[in-house]
Nanobody, 124 residues
Framework: QVHLVESGGGLVQAGGSLRLSCTAS????????MGWFRQAPGKDREFVAS????????LYADSVKGRFTISREYGVSSVALEMNNLKPEDTAVYYC?????????????????WGQGTQVTVSS
């Protein structure tokens, strides 16, 4: 079992920045991809970004490409999401997830463990 804890959410004005962090405990996640998803009120959970087990390959949703950066250290069961130039439409609960395999894409069924989420609110 892997337990994920996210941190770093909060309230920020449009154009501002936030850094989310996620740490896994219990069974190691260092050999698995990790990812970030988000869910806005009344909407389905959607893919934001994922990163491979060694951190050498990252994938982004088109809506965040060029503004968000996902990162992790090799051998460490944690992942970060640097979010810049935030927009009101980025407002959502952000969830960290551990992939089933060393590489994972945008589909939720490619992830096995999920955190409880952290709220990000961007005011206009």
């Amino acid at each position: 079992q892997v337990h994920l804890v996210e941190s770093g959410g909060g309230l920020v004005q449009a154009g501002g920045s936030l850094r989310l962090s996620c740490t896994a405990s219990g069974r190691t996640a260092s050999n698995n991809a990790m990812g970030w998803f988000r869910q806005a009120p009344g909407k389905d959970r959607e893919f934001v970004a994922s990163i491979s087990w060694r951190g050498g390959s990252a994938l982004y949703a088109d809506s965040v490409k060029g503004r968000f950066t996902i990162s992790r250290e090799y051998g460490v069961s944690s992942v970060a999401l640097e979010m810049n130039n935030l927009k009101p439409e980025d407002t959502a609960v952000y969830y960290c997830a551990v992939g089933l395999r060393p590489y994972a894409g945008p589909l939720m069924d490619g992830y096995r463990y999920w955190g409880q989420g952290t709220q990000v609110t961007v005011s206009s």
